[in-house]
């Protein structure tokens, strides 16, 4: 199994709301990814997590709360967001890093709009 | 600061004609280099990587990449392309092992032309 899978594909949510993202893979890769791609850009790193602890955060707003339950789940938790936040939220994973390379496995992503 | 460069942002081309996307960066050190490509709103496909040995790599789909160490380049090349390549792609590099971070370029729009 060589995917990623996120939830929802499509969500829509209001300044006042909560939502969570999701994200699930099953490589056995000990480090997962959160980013954010706005149209027509590169994606930006978010954060990362390494053994399922936070091992770097892009100075991100506190409105966008990362969690790693285990080895296979990534969640992204949202509050009070605004409307510029709106984008593409994408998850990777990958083994750490090392001599072989840490090559990103992506997953298709969260369309988030945000009113 | 280390730095991926993608000179094209956008690059039209016929069906069946050849093109080359390219993608430089700055560094001084060992690199792991890789192409992305990213189908509309869809997630980023690995393309193809290099991280040691042969510096010429190819993808399953026809498309290559040469690692040029001297011109600190990373080339993309496809000899014939289809309409079904029109997308995305990202060249990222990994600026030294050990790092979790990618440095992405910012992307060339490749459309191909009935």
């Known amino acids: 199994d060589t995917e990623v899978t996120q939830t929802p594909k499509h969500l829509v949510m209001g300044m006042t709301n909560k939502k969570s993202l999701k994200c699930e893979q099953h490589?056995?890769?000990?480090?997962m990814y959160w980013y954010k791609q706005k149209a027509k850009k590169p994606p930006e790193l978010m954060f990362v997590?390494?053994?399922?602890?936070?091992?770097i955060n892009e100075s991100v707003p506190s409105r966008f709360s990362p969690e790693c339950p285990n080895s296979s789940l990534l969640n992204l938790h949202l509050h009070a967001l605004q409307p510029e936040d709106s984008a593409l939220y994408l998850c990777a994973s990958s083994q750490l890093p090392g001599p072989g390379g840490n090559e990103q496995f992506f997953g298709p992503g969260t369309r988030l709009t945000v009113l | 600061a280390q730095s991926v460069t993608q000179l094209d942002s956008q690059v039209p081309v016929f069906e069946e004609a050849p093109v080359e996307l390219r993608c430089n960066y700055s560094s001084s050190v060992s690199v792991y280099l890789f192409w992305y490509v990213q189908y509309p709103n869809q997630g980023l496909q690995l393309l193809l990587k290099y991280l040691s040995g042969s510096t010429l790599v190819e993808s399953i789909n026809g498309f290559e990449a040469e690692f040029n160490k001297s011109q600190t380049s990373f080339h993309l090349r496809k000899p014939s392309v289809h309409i079904s390549d029109t997308a995305e792609y990202f060249c990222?590099?990994?600026?030294?092992?050990?790092?979790?971070?990618?440095?992405f370029g910012t992307g060339t729009r490749l459309k191909v032309l009935a």
């Open positions: 490589m056995g890769h000990r480090a």
């Open positions: 997590y390494s053994y399922e602890k936070l091992s």
């Open positions: 990222a590099v990994i600026p030294k092992p050990g790092t979790y971070k990618y440095i």
